[in-house]
Nanobody
Framework: QVQLVESGGGLVQAGGSLRLSCAAS????????MGWFRQAPGKEREFVAA????????FYADSVRDRFTISRDNAKNTVDLQMDSLKPEDTAVYSC???????????????WGQGTQVTVSS
């Protein structure tokens, strides 16, 4: 059982950076893969990044690769998303999710946070 709460969203200028954090609770957190997804107005939920339970494997959407970095600290029960070189098209509600395997489909995740708004101005 995992409970997730995101934080760190806000308004930033294009080209700027923002770091999102997902705080997790639950005794089995360390064995869960974690993913970040985003949803912009009028669009379906989109995969952003994922990380394996060990932190040894990471995956990124082509649109964010080399700009975003996902990381986890199992000792602190947190998963972060460092977002650099932000673009207006990155504007969306960002949610973290936990699941048994590292996958890119949102249906593969069992637990979800409430989401945090990220707005990038031009």
């Amino acid at each position: 059982q995992v409970q997730l709460v995101e934080s760190g969203g806000g308004l930033v200028q294009a080209g700027g950076s923002l770091r999102l954090s997902c705080a997790a609770s639950g005794s089995t957190f360390s064995r869960h893969a974690m993913g970040w997804f985003r949803q912009a107005p009028g669009k379906e939920r989109e995969f952003v990044a994922a990380i394996s339970w060990s932190g040894g494997s990471t995956f990124y959407a082509d649109s964010v690769r080399d700009r975003f970095t996902i990381s986890r600290d199992n000792a602190k029960n947190t998963v972060d998303l460092q977002m650099d070189s932000l673009k207006p098209e990155d504007t969306a509600v960002y949610s973290c999710a936990a699941g048994p395997l590292v996958v890119i489909s949102p249906t593969g995740y069992d637990y979800w946070g409430q989401g945090t708004q990220v707005t990038v101005s031009s």
